[in-house]
C-alpha cells in the first residue's frame, strides 16, 4: 500500500522542478526571440551595424532585412559609397548625424538617404572628372591655376585686382548631348557658374581679357560638339585655399533646380 504522506512531497517537487523548467525554457525564448530590423537605402552605400552586420545597395535604392534579438541596442553607421554623401535618417532613426543607436523590441523600418556626387561642398566632382548634367550637357574642369593673377594682369592689358585680392582661372570643357542645339548659358535656366570658398561667398566669373581660347558661355552648340576655354574669378586671396566651382542649373528630369560642385584641388 502507497503510503499518501510520502507521495505528496514528492509530486510537489516533481511540479517545482517542471515549472522552473519552464520558466527557465520561456525566459530563453524571449532572450533568444528574433526580430525584424528593415534598412531602406536611398543611393548608394550602405550600414554598418554594431553586431558585426554591413548591408549595402549599388542601385538607386533598396531594401535590406537582418534579424535582431528582440530587446537589443544596436547602433547603425551610415557608410556611403565613393563621392556620396549622407544626409539623414528617417524612421527608426532620425537626424543628421552619421551614427544612430535604437532599441529593436519589435519589426522596426529605417531610412538612410545618401546624395549623389556633387551634390554638396563635401563630395564635389573631382578635379578632371566629367558630370553628365540633367539638361542635356556634360562638363569638366580640365584644369586650374589658384593664382592666375601675374598671366591675367600680362594678358591684354588687365588691371591688377585690388589689394587682398586675386585672379583664379580655370579651363573647362562642355558638350551637348541633348537634341537639337543650345549654349551652356544662354538659354533660360542655362548654367550659371560660381566659385565659393569657406567665407561662403560666391564669385561670379570676371570680365578680364583671358589667355585663349576663352569659354564662350553664349555659344549655339549643337548635339554631339564640345566647346572649352578660359574662364576667369576674382576671388579675395584668404578663400584661395578653400575653393569649389559651383554650377546651378535647371534639371529638366526633376524639373527642378540644381546645384552641383566641382572639386579645384
Not at 526571440?33 to 558585426?52: A, E, K, W, Y
Not at 564635389?124 to 584644369?143: E, K, N
Not at 581679357?209 to 555659344?219: G, H, I, M, S
Request: charged share 15%.
Amino acid at each position: 500500500m502507497i503510503d499518501p504522506v510520502r507521495v505528496r512531497p514528492t509530486f510537489v517537487v516533481l511540479v517545482s522542478i517542471l515549472l522552473g523548467l519552464l520558466l527557465v525554457a520561456g525566459a530563453t525564448a524571449a532572450r533568444q526571440r528574433q526580430v525584424r530590423l528593415t534598412i531602406s537605402i536611398t543611393g548608394h552605400g550602405g550600414v554598418r551595424l554594431s553586431n558585426g552586420r554591413q548591408v549595402g545597395c549599388g542601385v538607386a535604392s533598396c531594401k535590406r532585412t537582418v534579424l535582431v534579438r528582440a530587446g537589443s541596442r544596436i547602433t547603425l553607421k551610415a557608410m556611403p559609397a565613393r563621392l556620396w554623401a549622407f544626409s539623414s535618417w528617417t524612421g527608426a532613426c532620425r537626424g543628421t548625424k552619421p551614427t544612430c543607436t535604437l532599441r529593436v523590441r519589435r519589426s522596426t523600418i529605417v531610412t538612410e538617404k545618401l546624395l549623389p556626387p556633387g551634390s554638396t561642398s563635401a563630395n564635389p566632382i573631382p578635379l578632371g572628372d566629367s558630370l553628365a548634367f540633367g539638361d542635356g550637357w556634360v562638363f569638366r574642369v580640365v584644369s586650374v591655376s589658384i593664382d592666375a593673377t601675374a598671366q591675367l594682369v600680362a594678358t591684354g592689358g588687365n588691371t591688377p585686382p585690388p589689394p587682398g585680392a586675386q585672379y583664379t582661372m580655370l579651363n573647362v570643357t562642355a558638350t551637348y548631348t541633348g537634341g537639337g542645339y543650345s549654349s551652356f548659358s544662354g538659354d533660360a535656366g542655362g548654367h550659371r557658374l560660381s566659385v565659393i570658398g569657406s567665407h561662403n561667398f560666391a564669385y561670379g566669373p570676371c570680365y578680364q581679357q583671358l589667355p585663349p581660347p576663352p569659354f564662350d558661355f553664349y555659344k549655339d552648340v549643337y548635339s554631339g560638339q564640345t566647346i572649352g576655354g578660359n574662364v576667369c574669378f576674382r576671388i579675395a586671396t584668404n578663400d584661395a585655399d578653400s575653393l569649389a566651382l559651383n554650377s546651378e542649373f535647371y534639371d529638366e528630369r526633376t524639373h527642378s533646380e540644381r546645384t552641383v560642385w566641382f572639386a579645384l584641388r
